[in-house]
């Protein structure tokens, strides 16, 4: 059984921060590709920031380049995204993607390059 459970999402004012937890199990976020992804009402799902099997390769969307960061704690076979600065622009539901036994250097951006998918959590930033 693969299941990815997103928690953190929650209502905040601009200019502050979430953290946005991605528990795993099923699967260890440390062998393979995980990455997370977000979709706006009425807008197409898209690539936030993704982190390569190894842990040593990140990438982000330039929409969130410089006030997010993905990082995961094995012990806690947990995966992270870290967002600060938070604009209107942020609202959405964000999901949990892993590829799991993917062991390539590159961070994958495209939904194609991606097996499991958390229910994803809601992220709403307001003035």
């Known amino acids: 059984q693969v299941q990815l459970v997103e928690s953190g999402g929650e209502l905040v004012k601009v200019g502050g921060s979430l953290r946005l937890s991605c528990a795993a199990s099923g699967l260890t976020v440390s062998s393979g590709r995980m990455g997370w992804f977000r979709q706006a009402p009425g807008k197409e799902r898209e690539f936030v920031g993704g982190i390569n099997w190894s842990g040593g390769n990140t990438y982000y969307a330039d929409s969130v380049k410089g006030r997010f960061t993905i990082s995961r704690d094995n012990a806690k076979n947990t995966l992270y995204l870290q967002m600060n600065s938070l604009k209107p622009e942020d609202t959405a539901v964000y999901s949990c993607?892993?590829?799991?036994?993917?062991?390539?250097?590159?961070?994958?951006?495209?939904?194609?390059?991606?097996?499991?998918w958390g229910q994803g959590t809601q992220v709403t930033v307001s003035s």
């Open positions: 993607a892993a590829n799991p036994g993917v062991r390539s250097w590159y961070v994958a951006t495209q939904e194609h390059e991606y097996e499991y």
